[in-house]
């Protein structure tokens, strides 16, 4: 039920009510480093009914998923962590937030790229 970093994102979200989802704290850092700071890190993709209560809780209306863009190929069943990440966050979530999914680079995360690439994926989205 944590959601790594929602103590400083809040912060910034208002008057957006825009939060972008990672996987982990290290994606987060990397978007700090750009200077990104409405994020949040699910610590992994298992997004919980707890965590949609608290979104709720802070007026957020556009969830932006930024989970890891693996090769699907890679996973005995075809399909990504990130790939099933988002799947859940449409069950969970996809019903009461305008939920985007953040195209990233194939086969990278947040944390792998550099910060002028995060610069502009985020560019509509970061405060």
């Not at 978007?31 to 409405?38: D, Y």
């Not at 990130?82 to 966050?89: P, T």
């Amino acid at each position: 039920s944590l959601l790594f970093n929602l103590f400083r994102a809040k912060l910034c979200v208002k008057p957006s009510n825009r939060l972008i989802l990672v996987e982990g704290p290290l994606d987060g850092m990397k978007l700090e480093e750009a200077g990104i700071h409405n994020w949040v890190a699910t610590l992994s993709t298992s997004f919980c009914h707890a965590h949609r209560t608290l979104l709720v809780k802070y007026g957020i209306k556009d969830l932006f998923v930024a989970y890891d863009n693996d090769d699907p190929n890679k996973y005995k069943d075809h399909e990504s962590p990130g790939e099933k990440g988002w799947d859940r966050m449409e069950r969970i979530v996809g019903d009461i937030f305008n939920l985007h999914r953040v195209p990233l680079p194939p086969d990278s995360d947040c944390g792998e790229l550099e910060v002028d690439q995060l610069k502009d994926i985020f560019k509509d989205i970061s405060c």
